[in-house]
């Protein structure tokens, strides 16, 4: 059975970095055809896609949080990573990691489907 | 990119079918077959419950069905229990690389 767990630091000061890192157990990250994402839930309130990344780096990122994120991904661990830079209290929420399925042609991503397998989330309060 | 546009709350009696929407544009929900939604209680991670809109994963009961009309997609629970009071996200492919999620919805089971 596949399970996703988040881990890192629960508190950030503002303007400096939020890293969280993802570890994937009961599976390779390396798997064809699947990719890897973060999400994250404001206290209260709902779902926001931060990115997503393939195990061969390709990246992709929503674009209202491109400018302050960075994905990466390490297979010989078996993990993917979070950065995000210049945080506020807005970005105080429960961050989680979930598998992406997607579909591609000739490599190109033709579209996102679901995400299936969801890590338990962390809660990363943005204070100083 | 907007979120997509659920209603805050719903609620139902036990046995009784109720509808949750989501109301997208013809740049994501009425523009792919990829609509998901997800189950959430509280303090808990999102359980994925219906994919590519009408789609249920192993392990979902029947109770659970998804379709789609134009830009807006639809989650039904029928013969409602009272574990199914929740809340409900639906989400989207959104073109170009990115995906939508709703604003979520409570269901309440009376």
């Known amino acids: 059975q596949l399970q996703l767990q988040e881990s890192g630091p629960r508190l950030v000061k503002p303007s400096e970095t939020l890293s969280l890192t993802c570890t994937v157990s009961?599976?390779?990250?390396?798997?064809?055809?699947?990719?890897w994402g973060w999400i994250r839930q404001p206290p209260g309130k709902g779902l926001e896609w931060i990115g997503s990344?393939?195990?061969?780096?390709?990246?992709y990122y929503n674009p209202s949080l491109k400018s302050r994120v960075t994905i990466s991904v390490d297979t010989s661990k078996n993990q993917f990573s979070l950065k995000l830079f210049s945080v506020t209290a807005a970005d105080t929420a429960v961050y989680y990691c979930?598998?992406?399925?997607?579909?591609?042609?000739?490599?190109?991503?033709?579209?996102?489907?679901?995400?299936?397998?969801w890590g338990q989330g962390t809660l990363v309060t943005v204070s100083s | 990119q907007s979120a997509l546009t659920q209603p805050p709350s719903a609620s139902g009696s036990p046995g009784q079918s109720v509808p949750i929407s989501c109301t997208g544009t013809?740049?994501?929900?009425?523009?792919?077959?990829?609509v998901s939604w997800y189950q959430q209680h509280p303090g808990k991670a999102p359980k994925l419950m219906i994919y590519?809109?009408?789609k249920r994963p192993s392990g979902v009961p029947v109770r659970f069905s998804g379709s789609k009309s134009g830009n807006t997609a639809s989650l039904s629970v029928s013969g409602l229990q009272a574990e199914d009071e929740a809340d409900y996200y639906c989400?989207?492919?959104?073109?170009?690389?990115?995906?939508?999620f709703g604003g979520g919805t409570n269901l309440t089971v009376l």
């Open positions: 590519e809109v009408s």
């Open positions: 990344i393939y195990y061969s780096g390709r990246t």
């Open positions: 979930a598998r992406l399925m997607g579909g591609t042609i000739f490599g190109v991503l033709t579209h996102w489907s679901h995400f299936d397998y």
């Open positions: 009961g599976g390779s990250l390396s798997s064809s055809g699947y990719y």
């Open positions: 989400s989207s492919y959104a073109g170009s690389d990115n995906l939508v």
């Open positions: 013809s740049s994501d929900v009425g523009g792919y077959n990829y």
